[in-house]
């Protein structure tokens, strides 16, 4: 008889305006990659805002990190091009121009626990392909086109994505979320939180994952 593998309930709390978000999520999909047929997950994406007070307008990236770390603009350059070398090792393409603006999120939260609801995979599909719109692409995930054009691209309804962005819809439930994972300390992201008790901080390489996920695998079983 083959042992099933064992499931792991993965909540991946992250911002689209995060530029380590990227690298983790690339890096771990690397990892379960690896884990096929050893170790499941039911994997969940989970809001976090690192702007939430930002205007609809957005912000200059370049003023906005200079204002809010004290960083200049040759520091931000060496941080883009060590960050875009690590995307690079895990398979996600970082625009060569950088961001370029930074923007509200709230918005695309709100659209991806939609997508959450029309199944998991559809929401990872959505959560890939808004990283994929802002940091290679520079779009913005404030656009409510923008962020319709993406539910399309990975085969959701369109005009049901658009209706969701419209109306305000799931305002209170992505508020709800946010307050939770806070309250459990969590004040920076990426953060994975596996089956509501161990966290994993940072974008870490596939291996510290692979080496992690297997060893909780192993204890819940």
Request: with cysteine.
């Amino acid at each position: 008889m083959v042992a099933m593998p064992q499931t792991l309930h993965i909540d991946f709390v992250s911002d689209v305006a995060c530029p380590w978000c990227a690298v983790g999520l690339a890096s771990l999909e690397r990892a379960l990659h690896k884990l096929e047929g050893e170790v499941a997950v039911d994997l969940h994406f989970q809001p976090f805002e690192l702007n939430p007070q930002m205007p609809a307008e957005g912000q200059d990236v370049t003023e906005h990190l200079t204002e809010k770390y004290g960083s200049t603009a040759q520091q931000q350059a060496q941080s883009r091009a060590a960050i875009a070398d690590r995307g690079a090792s895990v398979g996600f393409a970082f625009r060569k121009e950088g961001r370029g603006r930074v923007w509200n999120t709230f918005d695309a939260h709100r659209l991806l626990y939609w997508a959450g609801e029309q199944g998991a995979q559809q929401q990872r599909d959505l959560k890939m392909k808004l990283l994929e719109a802002y940091h290679g692409e520079g779009r913005s995930p404030a656009d409510h086109a923008v962020l319709a054009d993406a539910a399309a691209a990975v085969g959701l309804d369109r005009d049901a994505a658009a209706q969701v962005l419209a109306s305000g819809r799931y305002t209170e439930e992505v508020r709800e979320r946010e307050r939770h994972f806070q309250s459990l300390g969590i004040h920076a992201v990426p953060s994975v939180i596996v089956n509501d008790k161990h966290l994993i901080q940072g974008g870490q390489p596939p291996e510290v994952f692979e080496q992690a996920l297997r060893q909780l695998a192993s204890e819940a079983g």
